[in-house]
């Protein structure tokens, strides 16, 4: 029987490379989280726990600092995460109808932001400090600004194109 320790090390072995970088030490738990997530693009639960139990920090004060940060996610995100900002300027320049547009061509009902073939993820944020590009959506972090929804639908086909073709 594979002792569970040495097991659990080689399943989280990006894990343990980033805890290695930041030499374990909990004033970088943020730091820590936040590399961990581009690794799985979300913190699975027993991520949490074995960082927790590696770093010698109780799971609630992981989970605690893992749950406090809005740019963290317990749940899991495309590969394209797209957001739709919804502030003011946005939102007079009409951001509502673009987010309209993406739920239904990706299908997202129920509350469901991401995809259940975890392709596309659809956000919507309060400001992404581009006003002047209003209304403004991103999608892994690139700007499209004065975005249509026929524009970002036309955006999400060609990638979702790609996806199929690769």
């Given at each position: 029987?594979?002792d569970?320790g ?10 343990n ?6 030499r ?9 989280l936040?590399e ?25 004060r ?17 590969k ?8 003011t ?33 659809v ?12 209304p403004?959506v ?5 700007v499209h ?21 690769s």
């Amino acid at each position: 029987m594979p002792d569970e320790g040495v097991t659990s090390g080689r399943r989280f072995v990006a894990v343990n490379e980033i805890l290695e970088k930041h030499r374990r030490r909990p004033e970088e738990l943020v730091a820590i989280l936040q590399e961990v997530q581009e690794v799985y693009r979300y913190l699975p639960e027993e991520v949490l726990t074995y960082v927790a139990t590696s770093m010698g920090l109780t799971p609630a004060r992981v989970f605690g600092v893992a749950t406090f940060y809005e740019n963290f996610s317990l749940e899991p995100k495309g590969k394209y995460v797209i957001r739709v900002c919804d502030g003011t300027a946005c939102h007079v320049r009409h951001s509502a109808p673009i987010l309209a547009a993406l739920r239904e061509r990706l299908g997202l009902k129920d509350g469901r932001n991401t995809t259940p073939d975890l392709t596309f993820t659809v956000e919507t944020v309060a400001c992404l400090g581009a006003c002047a590009l209003a209304p403004v959506v991103t999608i892994n972090g690139k700007v499209h600004g004065q975005a249509t929804p026929e524009a970002i639908v036309a955006l999400i086909d060609e990638l979702a194109k790609g996806e199929r073709e690769s």
